[in-house]
């Protein structure tokens, strides 16, 4: 059938549109990116600026390759792409690097392969884990929270230069993650229990001030915006619920068996991307199944591979990978996982038409 | 009770739009003028078009039968008004495509004389099959917009054990309050009427359904039914579609009606209010179904308002009675806003399945230009059915019909939540009327062909027949010069006939 002409029912409508879907998620991140922008100062400003607008322009130019009309830039869903990309980037990698990601998310992740709707792969964390396994070395210098107006922090020429000439960090503020940290320890063949007992404090790793991504590094914050956008109905429990429930259960468990190698379920709640991940990023729509059941199965993927991944995995971060993983299985999922229908039974086959009550009745009838 | 102590969710899915009901709910309904002109049309109701009985020139008295159902799935059409038949023609008829339709149009006299209608006595008296047939002689079809012959429904369930009429006053689409109105104005007919259909059926209880959101129209229907027992009103949560027979039985009895089934396999009858009061009319004064309420509202009507329309009437004359347009409205529709057609004329009749007619205005009606579905599922959560309109969408667009049918495009009743929630504006319900469209188109062809089929077949079967008759009495008359036997008669086979007409319906 061809896009019709013809204007059917209903003649009502919410008033939702996917640009008002977009703004709202891109709102809902503005208080952990605003932290973000804050305690990693000006090169993290500069490269969140130049990767939003990096994905932006790349829409505008696909768009343009592709005929189509240039305001479906319009939708948000570029800068939103760009906007993830950023965030969970290392604050102070250098520019081009915000560039290529936002390219390759924009251009490989989503307009290869039909635009929005259409891809498969969650564009953010496809350009993500694409720069990481690329750009190593770029992908994984953290620095410590150095925020604006403290003494750490660089003024504003050499923050130009740590972003646009690729200036190396202070060696004060160069720094592990918890996660890489841990994963360098537990190498080293030190217990897990004595390094989170010396270096790591929950309430800190809750509020944020922590090496790590830009906008990954207050729970606080992520769960503020979750909040907004469960409220506002954009998103729904079933996948950050079940990721995060199993990513505890399966860390719980291990801590138990095995603490001196095991770090415990708050270790794992509040370091790394994995609200982030579960809020923002596997509840994407596009790339997440559609039934509530399918959500739970998918969401419970993600929190099993963010364990496995963390512990046995080469990497210490593993939202982006579980995520991209259970992306892959989203079409399978959804297949074998459909609400059942009114007045169908769960494998499709009508209801039988009368109760049980009915037929007893009936049976005594005759 | 016990039910209002637990308060499971019982109906899934569903959407709550604005409902725009203040203005025309809160005034009585408006008795129209007279118009100079009534429009019959022969097709107001599901099944084989009406037949005319009279011809030009010929007087006619109000609730005089003019045109005869030719089938038993079809309802016959009587004078609105009395006056003179000028024309038995092509008109537009209300329907978006702007087909031609046949009418029967009377000029009104202005007496509007009522025919003896010959009812006395009481109903109660009758057999249940009388009544019926009563009920059907009066044309009443559907009036909650479904338009199927009430009266079919009623033998329906003289067939089945039907424990419960539910008369439906659920009435959840926006701007609509013509039921509302009726049940706070004709509270006893109502009840009344809702008494002949238990009796009837032989049903156990009757039950009136009403959102919690016309606590007028309850309070009026709870006082009118209290002197009765087995006539109870039940209060239903607002949401669209409680209008629904599906859903409202599910909200009522907490059981689902089978796919593929009707309703009376779980033992209900649901009859809109509408309809409930028209058969109370026909059963107890005898008067067919010649007029209805229709809601005139919209944010381009001056004096939203229920008016008393007889059937007929064409819809500018509802206008007018209204104060008239300000502006030009940017959308006229017929019925509610999510299930309603869009009309292309102000002349079109008023017929028995008009529920309202909505003038929108420019900020009231939704931006077309759809964008790509981001498979956000709002859709998901919205289908009352439990079904993937996005999936069905998706395989409609692309012909892939049985694809569609597979995610529960047999199962859609077009109710247009899902298009109503959708961000990318995608024109769900458009896709699924065109797939349902293409897949009737392609069952009736089967069934052509594999009526053809069966009867080349027998073709084939008559002409062996024949032939082995043939060598039969061949083989007699061979036998015959040893000793005579009569010979067998070929085989009886089939005339040739067209496919019927309702088994589609």
Redesign the interface.
Known sequence: ?S??T?????????????T??MLQVCFALVPCTLFGLYLFGWPAIFLFVVTCAAAVFTELLCLYWLKQPWY?VL?G?ALLTGWLIAITLPPWAPWWIGVVGAFFGVAVGKQLYG????NIFNPAMLARTALLITFPVQLTSWVAPAPLGSELAPTLLQSLSITFASAPAPDALTGATALGHLKTALTLDHSASDVLANDFVWWKALLGMSAGSMGETSEVLVLLGAVFLMWRRIIRWEIPVSMLATLAVFSLIFQVADGENYAGVLFHLTSGGVLLGAFFIATD??TSP??RLAKLIFGAGCGLLVFVIRNWGGFPEAVAFSVLFMNSLTPLIDRYC???????LPGGK??????SV?LAREVKRR | MLRGLLKLPQVRGGVHPVGHKDRSAALHILELPLPERLYLPLRQHAGADAIPVVKVGDKVLKGQMVAVAPSEISAPVHASSSGRVVDIAEIMAPHPSGLKSTAIIIDTDGEDRWIDTGVSGDPYDEEPLTLANRVANAGIVGMGGAIFPAAVKLKQGTRHEIKTVLVNGSECEPFLTCDDRLMREKAEEIVEGARLIRHILRAYKAVIAIEDNKPEAIAAMRAAAEPYGMVEVEAVPSMYPMGSAKQLIQEITGREVPAGARSTSVGVLVHNVGTVYAIHQALTYGRPLVSRIVTVAGGAINRPRNVNALVGTPVQHLIDACGGLNGDPAKLILGGPMMGVPLLSTQVPTIKGATGVLALAKHEVPRSEASPCIRCASCVEACPMGLLPLEMAARSRADDFEGADDYGLRDCILCGSCAYVCPSHIPLVQYFQYAKGEQDAKRTATKKMDYTVELSLAKQARIDAEKAAKAAEKAAKKAAKKKPVTATKPAETDEIKSPSEEESV
């Not at chain 1, 204007?7 to 008033?15: L, R």
């Not at chain 1, 459909?338 to 169908?344: A, E, I, L, M």
């Not at chain 1, 009508?350 to 109760?355: A, E, G, N």
């Open positions: 059938m896009d019709a013809v204007f059917s029912s209903p003649f009502a409508h919410t008033g939702n549109s996917v008002y879907v479906r939708d869903s635009g929005i709707g259409q729509p596009i559609i039934s459909r609400p059942r229908v009114y007045g169908r009508p209801l039988p038409p009368l109760s009915d």
